[in-house]
């Protein structure tokens, strides 16, 4: 399971996570709001292997937030409370690691960690996910002409036994 | 003088010309009707995947099952039109991903003279694939296109092999049979998913036709376009975030789709993605947001992108 959670919260840093991984991400920190501390080092270890230049100010918001898991959690919380959350963890690696993928040319200074970091990752989660289901939809377009994958349709689950 | 030589160019080439395009005529047919089991791989970036594959004819419908052999065991079973995907529990996250499937395979009569007005086919020479003999095609087109290079079976016509090349010969994506047997008998326990009796979950879709393309109605549109794409399929939305207008192209072998929608307040964003020979580029564009994804060059996309534009 654990893997599972930290193969996950690499696709996160790789801005290539899923529906499922950001709820599986969620569930395993309302179990163990320690794993924000694994994963802020996980993140830092990716970057590092990616040849990105760690600032470590993601660990300085960690130890404000520390206090959060002492009072009762919220039943639920937004998703871009979450996010946030995760964000933190991640801090500044998040997004030097996205911009190794996603390029934007247009913000090169983007590297100020804090809020802003939290609301572009947000933004770019967002993006990407509209931009999964557009890759799904041409995958399928494109089948009929050079047929190169099947692509199961997301419409109906059907529960076989 | 200009014209004797265009002739006795024509000439020449007219039979190497017409052999080629024959053979891929054969390899459509080969790929549905024949009988054959193997494992293939299907390379795409940096990642690689391993499929077997059974295929047959039952009551003169092709049948095929698919399984993935790394990974998640995937099963996917094609009969006809209908195919239905099979996945084992804990992995529905993979429902997002296409499975690749060998490549013409999923398509109708090849479309042979459209593809022949962009691309030029050239016999390559012999190779070995998979213990056989192949004959090797190189498909290629100007700067808008990539290149495609397939291996065809001497004795049946099949695809053995086939690569999306860049322009600079780099292999984008490959798609490769690493052992594969052709003629014999496919037996019914062999086209039957193991998966269907256990606990999975399981979808299916029936593939159709897409309709007529008509944009109609349609606010945008690209200005411009690489030479020989056509409009194939269309597709507008509207909702209570706004609208999206979609058009898919193709040039009878790459295919590239367009998406537009309002752009949001909020700051612009630019993206740029690649998986293999897949291009995806979503950028502002005025008061539009627009997203080109295609198999097609990077230059091709950013062209195209910034060429659509409202409907005067």
Known sequence: ?161 | MKRLLLVIVCLMSMPAFAMEWQWLNEMRSAIRDMSYQGEYLHRRGDETSVFSIAHATRDGEAVELLQQLDGSMIEVLREGDRVVCYYPKGSEDLVDRAIPAAPFSQMGPMQLERIAKSYRAMAMGEARVAGRDARVVSLSADDWRYQHKLWLDKATGLLLQSEIRGQDGTVLEQFRYTRLTIGEPVSDQALQPSLAKAQVRQQTQYRSEPEQPDAGGFVTEPGWLPPMFELEMTERHTGSDGWMEKRVYSDGLATFSVFVEPAMDEDPMDSQARMGATHAVMQQQGDLMVTVIGEIPVETARRLLSSVQRVQ
């Open chain 1, 1 to 161: 399971m654990n893997d599972r959670v930290n193969e996950s919260f690499s696709a996160f840093l790789d801005g290539e996570a899923s529906e499922v991984d950001i709820q599986r991400l969620m569930k395993a920190l309302d179990k163990n709001p320690e794993l924000l501390d694994d994963w802020h080092r996980l993140s830092q270890v990716q970057a590092a292997m990616a040849g990105d230049v760690v600032v470590d100010v993601g660990r300085q918001r960690l130890d404000d937030s520390a206090g959060d898991h002492v009072e009762p959690p919220a039943p639920r919380r937004s998703l871009a409370k979450r996010l946030s959350q995760m964000a933190v963890a991640a801090g500044v690696a998040v997004v030097v690691v996205i911009g190794a993928r996603w390029e934007t040319p247009q913000q090169p200074d983007t590297q100020v960690a804090g809020i802003q970091d939290v609301d572009a990752a947000q933004a770019r989660f967002e993006a990407q996910q509209r931009l999964n289901s557009y890759l799904r939809q041409h995958a399928e377009a494109a089948s009929y002409s050079s047929g190169h994958a099947v692509v199961p349709s997301n419409l109906q689950w059907e529960a076989s036994e």
